[in-house]
């Protein structure tokens, strides 16, 4: 497979699916000198797979399809992300450091370790209202910080030329660090994955869709706006979109009902009596039904 090589694209590797198991990588124009990766499994998808590791010294996240997954249709769509993060520069994206491969359908992304998770993990753990630390998850010490750390990396996709719309921004996709606050995830594989697939992959990515994606409409960048709505709403709630919506007859509303109220407009992410009204309000304007009335990433950034 042949690729725009990105600066510190990483060269042919050989590897075990063994936690324990180590690969030997090789940096493209280097003199040959190979440095190693002591690779573990630290989560997995319905598409792919992250392990952690070291390279030259620095901790890692490696991702990969999942071997089912190993296709070449999934395996071009994963060269095509890895070619779109090639493009992306900014403090609030994950880091693209290089990439791996010992055929075409192994190609694997090497990123930034973020030591924190993911913010949907995050919240789950402060559903208890406690993260492990033990620190006391609000809008005012932790969440707000996050949440401007998300717009700013939306102002930066959507900046560039052409725009970069990231279609499929949620907790699990923000990805969190100690030091760095969060920055955004997952730059690909989503993108071509049909309804069903995001309806049958846990709790779907519909969740986070606004109407006019769902409608099979044309969009612009504005649905990220629309998502990152929903991304307020499971930061105050520590809880996924619409996780309290029911029937009349107190039963829960399935994926497809939910998406057919949000289309119609009718069904809105719930948001905590105690959530600042300033957010709120945010809020409500993301979740404009009419993407013409939501604002764009620039004007969010400065409302936060």
Not at 199 to 219: D, F, K, L, S
Not at 270 to 291: G, N, R
Request: proline letters at 4%; aromatic letters at 6%; charged letters at 20%.
């Amino acid at each position: 497979m042949c690729m725009t090589p990105h600066p510190a694209t990483l060269g042919s590797s050989k590897a075990t699916r063994s936690p324990t198991s180590s690969w030997t990588t090789r940096r493209r124009r280097s003199s040959g000198s190979s440095q190693r990766l002591e690779i573990q499994l630290i989560s997995r998808g319905g598409f792919g797979e992250v392990w952690s590791g070291i390279y030259l010294g620095r901790p890692v996240a490696i991702k990969r399809l999942l071997p089912e997954k190993r296709t070449w249709d999934d395996a071009m769509n994963f060269a095509m992300e890895i070619k779109m993060m090639t493009r992306l520069n900014h403090p609030k994206i994950v880091e693209f450091i290089g990439a791996a491969w010992s055929n075409a359908l192994s190609i694997q992304a090497i990123c930034e370790y973020m030591n924190c998770g993911d913010l949907k993990s995050l919240l789950d753990r402060s559903s208890t209202k406690n993260d492990s630390n033990g620190t006391v998850l609000t809008w005012a010490n932790i969440k707000l910080h996050l949440a401007i750390d998300v717009a700013d990396a939306l102002v930066y996709l959507h900046s560039l030329n052409p725009k970069f719309i990231h279609r499929d921004l949620k907790s699990r996709n923000i990805l969190i660090d100690a030091e760095n606050g969060a920055k955004l995830s997952d730059f690909g594989i989503s993108r071509n994955r049909n309804l069903e697939e995001t309806m049958t992959a846990g709790v779907g990515t519909c969740r986070w869709m606004a109407p006019e994606v769902i409608q099979g409409a044309h969009y612009d960048e504005a649905v990220d706006i629309y998502s990152f709505g929903c991304v307020l709403s499971e930061m105050d709630t520590c809880n996924v979109p619409y996780f309290d919506a029911t029937h009349t007859n107190g039963s829960k509303l399935q994926d497809h009902a939910i998406m057919a109220g949000v289309v119609q407009g009718t069904l809105k992410p719930s948001f905590t009596k105690d959530c600042p009204k300033e957010i709120v309000a945010i809020a409500v304007a993301c979740l404009e039904t009419d993407p013409k009335k939501r604002p764009t990433s620039t004007q969010l950034s400065y409302l936060l």
